[in-house]
Every structure is written in C-alpha cells, then in structure tokens.
C-alpha cells in the first residue's frame, strides 16, 4: 500500500524548503572536476529538498547513491545533483536552460511536492512541466526523460489529491517519459526513515528513494549505453 506524505509535517516541510540554496545547486557527484569527467554524459536531477539531501551529508542524497550504482555497474556517466531546497516547478522551468548546456543524456524530474504543499495551481504544475519537457527535447533530442510522481496531502482534499497524482501518470503517456510511480514509496509515513520534520528522509530512506530511482533509471542508462556507446 502506498504510504502518503504525512499531514502533520507540512508546515515543516514548506519552512524547510523556504531556503533558496542556488550556489549549491549544482553538484557533481562523481568527485571529479576534469575535462575527461566533464565531457561525460549527464544524468542531471532537477528537483527540491529531497534531491538536494536536506540535512543530510552531500554524499547520503538519493543521486550521489546513484552515481554509486551507476559506478559499480561499470556504466560511464556523470551525475549531476540539481536538487534545490524550496524549488517548485516554476522555479525548476526558470533554471532548465542554464542546466541544459551540459551534455544531458538523461533528465529525472523531482518537482511538484512543493507546489501541491503551497496549493499551487495543478494546471500551472502541468504546463511548467511540460515545457521542462520540451526545452529539454529542444536541446538534446536524444535524452531521455524520467517523471519522479509524488502523492499529494490528503488534507487538501479528494479533488485536489486526484488531479496533482494524475498528472505524472499523464504525463508520461502524453509526452512518452519514464515514470517513478511514487519517489516515496517504502518512505512516506515511516517515521524511522524520515527526519524529525517528517517529511524529509533520513539517510536510511535515501537509500530506499535511490533504489526506487534504480529500478526505472539503470534500464535506461544500459540501453542507451548499448546502444550508442559512451566515451
């Protein structure tokens, strides 16, 4: 059954995400800064709190793990965390241009949870998204594109709930992108793999986000590996 993000640790959550951390936006996390390193494709995560690893060490967040699997599966790529504490997806829209001049072989998209948390306008959210989508296919047509879907309070309502939770679903069908069917799942609700705040993992839960991730991610990455081989 899936476990939905605890009502109780909302406010936690929006005061958590409030901080705008835009110099650590961006981060590499295959510890190495040289050109061989950097001409290597780009899994670039493009999210909130939860990719950025809030209150956590840089290398306990989900994509630092994955850069781990990715590693020890003998794939070559470079994974870039872009997980920003507070962002939504009008915010992730305004910084996709810049993150897209790195060779972008795949997107994961982590954004939505801090738009429902405020009750921002789900149309809003599916149209920020979907022009993330498509400036992403403007600039790298062959990159592939993988939707993280999140649940929504039930403290906001059935309608509400049914229209936030529908769009990744959607989304995915309409615009042809992989989707995590819930990034939370194992997490949510479980107060031993959440913070204090309730909301935000604890190292254990990343490793359970990072596996979730995996499942959708590693099939992608060896496909295309195979297919048009990595320098």
Not at 7 to 32: E, I, N, P
Not at 91 to 112: K, Y
């Amino acid at each position: 059954m899936v476990q939905r993000i605890l009502v109780c640790g909302v406010a936690a959550f929006v005061l958590a995400c409030g901080s705008d951390q835009r110099d650590v936006a961006v981060r590499s996390q295959d510890g190495t800064d040289s050109a061989s390193q950097a001409a290597k494709p780009v899994v670039l995560f493009l999210g909130t709190s939860l990719t950025a690893g809030l209150g956590l060490a840089r290398e306990q967040a989900y994509p630092a793990l994955i850069q781990a699997k990715i590693d020890s599966a003998g794939l070559t790529y470079r994974v870039v965390n872009a997980g920003v504490s507070g962002e939504t997806s009008a915010g992730g829209l305004r910084r996709i241009d810049w993150l897209l001049r790195q060779p972008v072989a795949v997107l994961v998209v982590e954004l939505g949870a801090n738009d429902m948390l405020r009750g921002q306008s789900v149309e809003a959210l599916r149209s920020n998204l979907e022009e993330i989508i498509e400036r992403t296919r403007a600039a790298h047509p062959e990159a592939r594109i993988v939707l993280a879907g999140m649940k929504a309070a039930p403290n906001l309502g059935p309608r509400y709930t049914a229209e936030f939770e529908s769009v990744f679903v959607e989304l995915a069908q309409e615009r042809d992108v992989e989707l995590i069917p819930f990034l939370l799942e194992g997490v949510a609700g479980v107060p031993e793999l959440n913070q204090p705040d309730g909301n935000h993992p604890t190292a254990e839960g990343q490793r359970i986000v990072a596996e979730n991730v995996w499942q959708v991610l590693r099939p992608i990455l060896v496909k295309r590996e195979s297919r048009v081989g990595v320098n």
